[in-house]
C-alpha cells in the first residue's frame, strides 16, 4: 500500500498484514476453480507487483488477458492505486501433487459433488503420494454421517509435526465445505521431498537425515 507521510514501523507491519489477509481471502474465493495456490506481493519503487501462483494459468488470466485486466482494476480501485501503481501476474506451480492448497479445494469440490468421503479422500492421497511427496495427511470433520459430528483421519507415508522442521518442510491448508447438513472441514498436510533446486521442496536436507561420507583412504 501506498503511504500518506511517515508511518511507524509498527503501524507499516500492521497495515501489511493486513493488506495481504484481505487479498489471500478474496484471491481465495475468487479462484477456486483455477487452482489457486497462494499470492505474494513485492514493492518496488516504480509499483506493487503481485505474483498469484495457480495450478490452472490460462483460466486465471481469461480470454486475451481480461480476467486479470479485470481483477488489477479491482484491486487498484480497492487499494486506491494510481493508474499503473499495481501490476497482477500469475505463475504456474511446478507441480499441483505437491501443493495442499490445490489438493484441498480438489478434495472440497470432490464432496461437494457427492462422492464418499473415504473415496475422495483416498484418491487424493494417492494422487499427492504419486506426485512424490514424503507423506500426506487428510483430516475431514464435521457431519459426515447422521446427525453426530465425527472426524477422520487419513495417512499415507511419513509426516514430522513439530519444531522448526514443520515450517520448513510441511505445506498444509484448511478448506470448508457447506453442505445441507452443515459445514465439514478440511485439513490437509503434505510433507514436502527434498529439492536441490528448491522447486518441488525444501532445498535443506531433513535434520533426521544421516549421511555416511565413504571413509578416506590414509596412505603411510
Known sequence: LHSMGPISKKRKFV????????????LKRELAEDGFSGVEHRVTPARTEIIIKATKTKEVLGDKGRRIRELTSLVQQRYKYPDGGVQLFVERVQSRGLSAMAQAESLRFKLLGQLPIRRAAMGIIRYVMEAGAKGV??????????QRGKCMKFRDGYMLKSGN???????SATRHVYLRAGTIGIQLRIM?????????????????VITVLPPKEQTA
Open 137 to 146: 495427511e487428510v483430516l475431514v470433520s464435521g457431519k459426515i454421517r447422521g
Open 165 to 171: 522442521t514443520k515450517s520448513v518442510f510441511t505445506d
Open 192 to 208: 514436502l521431498p527434498y529439492d536441490a533446486e528448491g522447486i518441488r521442496g525444501p532445498n535443506k536436507l531433513h535434520p533426521d
Open 15 to 26: 497495515r501489511d498484514g493486513v493488506f495481504y489477509a484481505e487479498l489471500y481471502e478474496y
